[in-house]
């Protein structure tokens, strides 16, 4: 089975700053990549998919890049409802594999 | 509004049985994939299982495979995750989940776009 390891697991940041979280695929896997934005007790919410396709009306600080088995997810400008934890999801076969999470802290 | 919707969780006794169901409105049920998706308490996503837009082709993570089953029905707009010989581990909220991949987009994206709020499983003597 595909492994995605993410890294940072947790991060401190501050409204307006510029995070990167990158997701590391055991193999190469394409472009079936996707993150997801998760606040506590709330439900998980698409943000990018096919490593770098903006799910419509999600706020265009967000992006995706990356190629192969390394992959990024970039928050221009820290809103305070962007505090919460991300995870990246690869397709590239089964199972699906969801990578551990990093969570945004203030 | 396109929504999903889940019930059928609760307290279920080790080695027992649960069936969760997932009713599915504002969208054409039968053109999407659907997944069921989990998340133990104080971790992480964990992808559980899912079902073509069909129903001809199913699958499962390794670690309820030959417990948990994946249904849908057309007719009720509806998918459904029978659960049988449950343990401790099985533990989580479920979350029912379409993706947006089927017969009108590309599948294999890892575009899960509509996620219900989850109904609680706790499996505990």
């Known amino acids: 089975a595909i492994q995605v390891t993410q890294s940072p697991s947790s991060l401190s940041a501050s409204v307006g700053d510029k995070v990167t979280i990158t997701c590391r695929a055991s193999q190469g896997i394409g472009d079936d990549l996707a993150w997801y934005r998760h606040k506590p007790g709330k439900a998980p919410e698409l943000l990018v998919y096919a490593k770098s396709n903006l799910r419509s009306g999600v706020p265009s600080r967000f992006s995706g890049s990356g190629s192969g088995t390394d992959f990024t997810l970039t928050i221009s400008s820290l809103q305070p409802e962007d505090f919460a934890t991300y995870y990246c999801l690869h397709d590239y076969g089964y199972p699906l594999t969801f990578a551990g999470g990093t969570k945004v802290e203030i | 509004e396109v929504q999903v919707v889940e019930s059928g969780g609760g307290l279920v006794q080790p080695g027992g049985s649960l069936r969760l169901s997932c009713v599915t409105s504002?969208?054409?049920?039968?053109?999407?994939?659907m997944h069921w998706v989990r998340q133990p308490p104080g971790k992480g996503l964990e992808w559980v299982a899912n079902?073509?837009?069909?129903?001809?082709?199913?699958n499962y993570v390794e670690f309820v495979k030959g417990r948990f089953t994946v249904s849908r029905d057309d007719a009720r707009n509806s998918v459904f995750l029978q659960m049988n010989s449950v343990r401790a581990d099985d533990t989580a909220i479920y979350y029912c989940?379409?993706?947006?991949?089927?017969?009108?987009?590309?599948?294999?994206?890892?575009?899960?776009?509509?996620w219900g709020q989850g109904t609680m499983v706790t499996v505990s003597s």
């Open positions: 989940v379409r993706d947006m991949g089927g017969v009108i987009a590309p599948h294999g994206k890892a575009a899960l776009d509509i």
């Open positions: 504002g969208f054409i049920f039968n053109k999407y994939y």
């Open positions: 079902i073509k837009y069909d129903g001809s082709e199913t």
